[in-house]
């Protein structure tokens, strides 16, 4: 079984975060240190997968929500318009092993992230 991360303690509810869009399989939250004028989390409710190719390998249906919900908060939260970062693996940055995408937005320079 995949090592506990701090994704899994919030979606078991331990660790609370601001929910802005919740959904059957899905949840956004505001990323605590941001990089941009919105840096939104949008993470699978599954702990299975660690990154985005094993969850791009395993559940295609699942990945494009995580696209449609960034859509979503970008059209909420900005002019509709967003950057979608993965990190995967140590050497990228990623430091939560637990599949995420970054939604940036609003304002964004070529130095954002
Ligand atoms: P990565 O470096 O791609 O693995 O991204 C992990 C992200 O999770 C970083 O941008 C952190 O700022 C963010 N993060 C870590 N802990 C929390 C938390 N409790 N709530 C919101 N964001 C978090």
Redesign the pocket.
């Known amino acids: 079984m995949a090592e506990e991360t701090?994704f899994g303690k919030?979606v078991s509810g331990e660790?609370p975060?601001e929910k802005l869009v919740e959904t059957d399989r899905v949840i956004a939250?505001?990323?605590?240190?941001p990089?941009a004028p919105v840096h939104i989390?949008v993470i699978p409710k599954t702990t299975e997968y660690a990154d985005v190719t094993e969850l791009a390998a395993a559940d295609p249906e699942l990945l494009a929500e995580l696209v449609s919900v960034a859509q979503q908060l970008a059209h909420e939260h900005a002019d509709g318009n967003y950057r979608l970062v993965f990190?995967k693996g140590a050497s990228a940055?990623?430091?939560?092993f637990h599949v995420?995408a970054?939604v940036l937005a609003g304002g964004l320079t070529e130095s954002s992230l």
């Not at 939250?29 to 240190?33: Q, S, Y």
């Open positions: 701090v919030i660790i975060v939250f505001p990323d605590i240190a990089q989390l990190n940055g990623q430091t939560v995420h970054h």
